[in-house]
């Protein structure tokens, strides 16, 4: 959902055994910023799909983190 130009994306679903499952990253968590800023913009939110290491700013409930997020590795079977 954006607020301006300015986006934020909630967790839906984290697969077991994945880097994000790993970082500690839970559904409902709200991811607001990549790389240590709160800069989730149009033009780079696809950088939380692109599959490279990052850092994420996360607010789990009412308390904001950050969190190191691994490489992804490829899914061989999605179960949702």
Known sequence: RGLG????RQVVYILPNSPAH???LE???WIIG????NNIKEGNYKALLNG???QWIIKHNSETKTIAIGPSTPVEENKL
């Open 5 to 8: 130009d300015v986006y934020k």
């Open 22 to 24: 790993a970082a500690g």
């Open 34 to 37: 990549i790389d240590g800023k």
């Open 52 to 54: 490279s290491a990052s």
């Open 27 to 29: 559904r409902g968590d």
